[in-house]
């Protein structure tokens, strides 16, 4: 007689009460005027760099999380969409403008008089919509994840092999139009406590260069009583 098929539901739905802390935009201008020869030279009629700011430290928001999630024996399936009709609007907005008149006579930046914005500024961000598998199988686990959001499409893959108290792991990550590896492992101090290191790949920076990046972290593991 066949075995009874093990399945688990499990849904959530959550409001997230946004409360903004600090924004700030800035505007950036630059002219450098050049004679025939091309060597910088002063123009009366222009201004070097103006720096306009716009700031504020009070934003209220929400946003709105859906997800639901199966797991069937070792199989696990879930979708997902964060950031549903989420911002925040600020209010209280301040401006400043920092201006450099010449480049030659060694002036300071001076601050003339800017009126501050009238009304209130919102933003936004795109929804986050995101779908998962993954299997478990022994001392075997794998997970991958597709989604779509602000930066775009993100494939998340990975791999774990336990063997006692020590963890195996491997991944990729493609994310900006690049594929990323990492690699790491984990240990069990203790039942309740572990460590992990990984190495990845990583192009944060303004370069967009491939580097590679540690990390390392304790875990706190749940026990079964």
């Known amino acids: ?6 399945t688990a539901y499990t849904s959530r739905a959550i409001i997230i009460h946004l409360r903004g802390v600090h924004y700030d935009t800035v505007d950036l201008n630059v002219r450098f005027d050049t004679d025939a020869s091309g060597q910088v030279t ?3 009629m222009t201004t070097p760099i103006a720096i306009g700011r716009t700031n504020s430290k009070t ?3 929400f946003a709105v999380d859906l997800g639901t999630a199966v797991v069937v024996r070792g199989w696990n399936f879930g ?3 964060n950031g549903i009709g989420n911002r925040i609007v600020w209010d209280s907005l301040r401006s400043e403008q920092l201006v450099l008149q010449s ?3 060694g002036e300071n930046f001076v601050r003339p008089p800017t009126p501050s914005p009238a009304g209130t500024r919102k933003i936004t961000l795109p929804v986050r919509y995101s779908g998962s598998a993954g299997y478990q ?3 075997w686990a794998a997970q991958t994840e597709l989604s ?9 893959n990975g791999v774990e092999y336990r063997l006692g108290a020590l963890a195996l792991r491997g991944g990729s990550r493609y994310q900006m139009d690049r594929w990323h590896a990492s690699t790491g492992i984990g240990f069990n101090l203790i039942p309740s406590l572990g460590i992990d290191l990984a190495a990845y790949q ?4 303004i370069e967009r260069k491939q580097k590679v990046a540690l990390a390392l972290s304790l875990r706190l593991n749940r026990t079964e009583h």
């Open 148 to 156: 779509h959001g602000l930066q775009g499409l993100s494939v998340r």
């Open 79 to 81: 979708v997902g969409a």
């Open 103 to 105: 480049l030659f006579q």
């Open 137 to 139: 199988a022994g001392r």
């Open 59 to 61: 934003g209220n928001g």
């Open 202 to 205: 990583t192009t944060a920076n």
């Open 42 to 44: 002063l123009s009366p």
């Open 1 to 6: 007689m066949a075995a009874a098929l093990e």
